[in-house]
């Protein structure tokens, strides 16, 4: 009897050993230098220029005035303390031209996902770096960020 309980801690401790190794070694991948990265952020990181988030492929037709001034008001309550529609760098970057540089999708999902993008996407990782400020999110529900994107548009000359 002492003999099978000894063998029965033997392979408890062998399967728990398993067990470790197997959960320790899921969702890594090996570089050249022998060391692991995260597979779930490496695919994210992939530059598609759509950003991290919920929103895929958005395209904008004319511009939308109506829209573009709902947008002007929750720009200036919600965004406008940390950035300006110039040039200008206040905390963040400054707006200028945004629509020209970054597709609509990847604006919205930086309204949207803050967090997430300077984390994955690697534009706003550089923008972190050069800014060295976490966006933060501010409540911005999808409708409202859609309109913000109205409104830079126009600040940009869109028609």
């Known amino acids: 009897m002492k003999h099978i309980t000894h063998y ?3 392979l408890k401790t062998c399967i728990c050993i398993l067990a470790i190794v197997s959960l320790t070694s899921c969702g890594t991948n090996s570089n050249e230098k022998g060391e ?3 597979k779930s952020t490496t695919e994210e990181t992939k530059d598609n220029g759509e950003g991290i988030g919920h929103f895929h492929n958005v395209t904008v037709g004319a ?3 109506a829209m573009a001034t709902k947008g002007e008001a929750i720009f200036k309550t919600k965004c406008a303390a940390c950035h300006k529609t110039t040039d200008e760098k206040v905390v963040g970057p400054g707006l200028k031209g945004v629509t020209e540089r970054r597709k609509p999708t ?3 999902n930086m309204i949207t996902n803050p967090q997430e993008m300077t984390q994955k996407d690697p534009t706003a990782k550089k923008l972190l770096e050069e800014h060295l400020t976490q966006m933060t999110f501010q409540d911005v529900n999808d ?3 859609r309109s913000i994107v109205e409104f830079l548009r126009k600040n940009d000359g869109a028609k």
């Open 63 to 65: 511009l939308d005035g």
């Open 8 to 10: 029965i801690l033997k």
């Open 143 to 145: 409708d409202d960020a």
């Open 106 to 108: 990847w604006i919205l």
């Open 36 to 38: 692991t990265e995260d």
